[in-house]
């Protein structure tokens, strides 16, 4: 579109910022009410660990159909069907009497909430390109950014006067509320002209293409090792922090919410080192960082020598390296694929969450009651985030490679 036609930017920066906002209320706004949860619905921590585990099993598949769903048939049916599944699974986490309804319910809630950064790329693109969109992506990830704040803080705060099942009333209304913004502030992006020209089977095709590229595969997985020690971080802190190290909910929701802000601090660090270093001499650093912190986890964890500062300081040194990581293979993957690039950013999306939720899964079956199973799982991640990007990113300086 050009500048004549173009809506206001800040209403869609709302709209797709507060759809994206939602699969982040879902995973942090209960996580310290997880070992509640476990005591009501019976069960074991390790179980509704593996709550975590479902949603994101959910959410990887959800963006595999969201990305070429909404190319095909328009992003906003396809918004509102993702928040009407979104609004079915809380209920039923609310509803939900034994640990497999609620694993069942975070596994649709996972596939409703993959709704955001899909559809959020896809409609920037159809826009606006080059500065106008970067602009505008800078926007929704502003919005975006707060939800990891305010998530988890929101959830201890219930939890103050209410059991944990209000925690999931309000991301019901959440959805509701999301529904009525986007039906208010963000219009039909995809023309329709345009989705008649996207044949159904295409999907696939270009799946299969991107996973054997050599400009798409090693930044999405380096950019999946990462996540996938960055989720066991969300799955298994709670019960580290909360039940090995004694924080309160409230504390540690103070603690997670400050992590949150170490997330944007490496998120912004990032183009500035880059402008000396490369984007790909970023992800090789942040990786570095990300595994010493992770490897000094684990040595304090067998040595006996950690305490819950040392803990808390090394865990934020860790997510300011997840910080510089993501945002870089993140525009590193899609650089080649501008032609594709819903298709491939669902695949991204869905490769990092994958990841997430081996992660997650790993930790209920590693649970043993402390904190080493979690650690451990980031120390890997770390390590094996680092070695892909020095293994396979070549020179940090590169010329502009081709689209596919």
């Known amino acids: 579109m050009d500048k004549k036609t173009s809506p206001k930017t800040l209403p869609i920066a709302v709209a797709l910022g507060s759809l994206c906002a939602l699969g982040p209320f879902a995973t942090d706004m209960h996580v310290a009410a997880m070992p509640r949860m476990a005591g009501d619905l019976a069960t074991t921590d390790a179980t509704i660990q593996m709550s975590m585990m479902t949603y994101f099993v959910g959410f990887t598949l959800g963006q595999l159909f969201y990305g070429p769903a909404s190319d095909r048939l328009g992003r906003k049916p396809v918004i509102y069907l993702a928040l009407a599944i979104f609004l079915a699974a809380s209920l039923g986490c609310i509803l939900s009497a034994t640990a497999n309804q609620m694993l069942a319910f975070r596994f649709l809630q996972g596939i409703g909430g993959s709704i955001g950064m899909v559809i959020a790329s896809a409609a920037i693109r159809d826009l606006f390109s080059g500065h106008a969109a970067a602009?505008?992506?800078?926007?929704?990830?502003?919005?975006?950014?707060?939800?990891?704040?305010?998530?988890?803080?929101?959830?201890?705060?219930?939890?103050?006067?209410?059991?944990?099942?209000?925690?999931f009333v309000v991301m019901a209304a959440l959805s509701v509320a999301v529904a009525l913004i986007v039906a208010t502030l963000l219009p039909e992006t995809r023309m329709s002209e345009l989705r008649a020209t996207v044949k159904p089977g295409a999907a696939l095709h270009w799946y299969g293409?991107?996973?054997?590229?050599?400009?798409?595969?090693?930044?999405?997985?380096?950019?999946?090792?990462?996540?996938?020690?960055?989720?066991?971080?969300i799955a298994g802190s709670s019960f580290a922090l909360i039940n090995v190290y004694g924080l309160s909910p409230i504390t540690y929701s103070l603690v997670f919410a400050l992590n949150s802000v170490g997330i944007g601090i490496g998120t912004q660090i990032a183009?500035?080192?880059?402008?000396?270093l490369g984007i790909r001499g970023v992800v090789k650093v942040s990786s570095l960082l990300y595994a010493a912190a992770g490897l000094a986890l684990v040595g304090m964890e067998l040595s006996g020598l950690g305490t819950v500062y040392s803990v808390c300081a090394l865990l934020f040194v860790m997510v300011v390296g997840v910080g510089g990581?993501?945002?870089?293979?993140?525009v590193l993957a899609m650089e080649a694929h501008g032609a594709i690039s819903g298709t491939a950013a669902a695949l991204m999306g869905a490769l990092g969450f994958g990841a997430g939720a081996l992660g997650s899964f790993a930790i209920g079956v590693l649970d043993d009651g402390t904190a080493l199973p979690m650690l451990s799982i980031i120390a890997i991640g770390g390590i094996a985030t680092a070695v892909v990007a020095h293994l396979t990113f070549g020179p940090s300086h590169v010329a502009h490679e081709p689209e596919i």
């Open 135 to 167: 602009k505008l992506m800078s926007m929704v990830v502003l919005v975006l950014g707060l939800a990891p704040v305010i998530a988890p803080l929101a959830g201890s705060l219930i939890l103050t006067f209410a059991e944990w099942r209000a925690i």
């Open 209 to 233: 293409r991107l996973l054997v590229s050599r400009s798409f595969i090693p930044y999405a997985g380096a950019l999946a090792l990462a996540q996938g020690g960055f989720f066991a971080y």
């Open 325 to 330: 990581i993501m945002p870089s293979c993140n």
């Open 271 to 276: 183009p500035r080192l880059a402008q000396q």
